[in-house]
């Protein structure tokens, strides 16, 4: 599952829709519904955001919210390092091979350790 794909069932579910009832609603089959909650499918289109937002009638900050999920939401990443050192290529490999077999507090642990080194000062 992916981050945008949980939050998309979570608000779906608290507005006590199916997935049939969305997916008519909006325009797009509930098999894709069922695959963007499942993380099968890459990110979704703007088009598509702003159609869940607008069905949804969410306000400005959740939608901001959905969108930045939304970004960070493809199943199926490449990490380009041509032109970088050895080692970011050893790194992205080594997180490729092992990703599967960490702990989702070693996640959150790397995950807060690259968004520090992201931001600045």
């Not at 041509?82 to 996640?107: F, H, K």
Request: aromatic share 8%; net charge neutral.
């Amino acid at each position: 599952m992916t981050p945008f794909g949980e939050a998309l069932r979570q608000l779906r579910r608290s507005k006590g829709v199916s997935q049939q009832e969305m997916a008519t609603a909006i325009g797009v089959s509930p098999a894709y519904l069922s695959a963007l909650e499942h993380g099968r499918r890459g990110r979704p289109s703007f088009d598509f955001l702003q159609r869940v937002v607008g069905y949804f009638n969410i306000i400005w900050d959740e939608a901001e919210e959905l969108f930045r999920l939304a970004e960070c939401s493809d199943p199926r990443v490449v990490v380009d390092t041509a032109g970088l050192a050895p080692q970011y290529t050893a790194l992205a490999n080594l997180l490729a091979r092992q990703i599967r077999s960490l702990e989702p507090d070693m996640v959150d642990d790397l995950t807060k350790l690259l968004e520090k080194a992201r931001k600045p000062g």
